[in-house]
């Protein structure tokens, strides 16, 4: 038995995710898909569109065989935690034998490279990346300072190529990806696929496929017209989904959460601010000298981001206010275990079996249902999943504010069960 694993957000899913999957599976011959997916928070520093239960329905109607969570403190997580929060997850499954991921490069030789010259490199890269941020370059101007310095040592190396390589977003992604497996020397061998048509900022929709970006554009509109533009871009079981639900769980965007980060940033101090991941003094004291009454968060975002503090990083700065996920609780999951619990949100029935032998492996908790977790977690465990209950309970109550509809809450919602064989209901479950 083969098992692949693949990292995402399926925010939404859509064509270019179900050809990764197809495509994955006949390269390494897999026989299981495993998928680490964000849950109601992802890494631009947003909330997803749709809920995680439905992504996580959609994965499983169109390829995945199981889906786990990954804790929020990764998902909204610079590309280096967010990368190394879920190949942790992964690795810690013990029965996953390939990781494979979309990139711009398409050559998996390319990113090994890179991640190579900057995972052995003598001097520290973040040392020397932070040290231009700290001259006034924004972070993708600073890492691109210090690629630079340290291919530039390297007299081996080819300077342009790969300084190429790794100005592409999931280029990016794909080193860290593989610089997580050396980090945590995982037996995990990485592949990578070229991306096909759109590219991952694309905002027009394509005919077949089309970039997330796009799709969720068209999606923010929600009307009945607008939705028409995605039918060739998205698996039907998804258009069907978009068109059934449209202004009763979906769309959901950060200015929805607009109330509750105002009030959050009116009632702490700049040094109380400061605390949150992503979030340095020098932000909070702009955050402090701005009046953000009668703005949105998308105009607070822009109004924040400087020359070398990027949109991105203030967006995640403001969901991590938001989640109270704190720098001083991140560095402690980081120094001991990295993940503590493995939560499963959906699954084939013919799959069942891989979560037996997860378990029987024994590396980390399987986490079924969130009220008996607090008897299979320490401390720390559960901080980290209540971090997670909190961000999914906000969701659910932005959903019933915006569109009346009404979700189950964490303690209550069971884990989406579908299956493929002829004989068994078609529609899924929960338990």
Not at 244 to 272: A, C, G, V, W
Not at 379 to 408: E, F, P, R, S
Request: some cysteine; hydrophobic content about 40%; aromatic content about 10%.
């Amino acid at each position: 038995m083969k098992v692949l694993g693949i990292i995402t957000e399926y925010n939404p899913f859509h064509n270019g995710h179900k050809y990764h999957i197809e495509e994955a599976k006949k390269i390494t011959g897999a026989d299981y898909v495993i998928a680490v997916m964000s849950g109601d928070f992802v890494q631009r520093g947003a909330p997803a569109i749709i809920s995680k239960y439905d992504r996580c329905l959609m994965a499983l109607d169109n390829g995945v065989d199981l889906v786990f969570e990954l804790p929020v403190c990764y998902s909204t997580g610079s590309a280096q935690y967010f990368a190394l929060g879920a190949v942790s997850l992964l690795n810690s499954l013990g029965i996953v034998d390939y990781l494979c991921f979309g990139s711009e490069s398409g050559e998996i030789k390319d990113l090994e490279e890179s991640a190579n010259l900057f995972y052995y490199s003598n001097e520290s890269f973040q040392s020397i990346l932070y040290s231009y941020i700290r001259e006034g370059f924004s972070y993708p101007a600073a890492r691109a300072k210090a690629s630079k310095y340290i291919l530039d040592k390297d007299s081996e190396s080819n300077n342009s190529y790969i300084l190429k390589v790794i100005s592409e977003p999931n280029n990016i992604l794909g080193i860290e990806y593989i610089k997580a497996l050396k980090q945590i020397d995982s037996s995990i061998a990485p592949f990578t696929i070229k991306r096909h048509v759109a590219n991952y900022h694309d905002e027009e929709p394509g005919s077949l496929i089309s970039s997330a970006t796009a799709i969720r554009k068209i999606l923010e509109g929600a009307s009945e017209i607008d939705l028409s533009f995605t039918k060739d871009s998205v698996p039907k079981s998804v258009h069907d989904y978009f068109t059934d639900n449209s202004l009763i769980t979906y769309p959901i965007t950060i200015e929805d959460f607009s109330p509750i980060i105002k009030y959050k940033l009116l009632s702490e101090s700049s040094r109380e601010l400061s605390a949150y991941l992503d979030l340095s003094s020098d932000i909070a004291d702009r955050i402090k000298n701005i009046d953000i009454q009668g703005i949105g968060i998308r105009e607070l975002s822009q109004i924040i981001k400087t020359k070398n503090i990027t949109l991105t990083r203030v967006n995640r700065a403001l969901i991590h206010v938001l989640l109270n996920i704190r720098k001083e609780n991140f560095q402690e999951y980081l120094e001991k275990d990295i993940v503590y619990y493995l939560r499963v949100l959906g699954m084939k029935k013919e799959a069942s079996h891989l979560i037996r032998k997860i378990k029987s492996i024994g590396r980390l908790p399987v986490i079924t249902k969130v009220s008996r977790a607090n008897k299979q977690l320490d401390n720390l465990g559960m901080q980290m999943l209540n971090q997670d209950i909190l961000a999914t309970h906000l969701y659910n109550q932005v959903i019933y504010d915006k569109w009346g509809t009404n979700i189950a809450n964490e303690y209550k919602h069971g884990i989406i069960i579908t299956s493929t064989l002829p004989s068994d209901p078609t529609a899924p479950q929960t338990i």
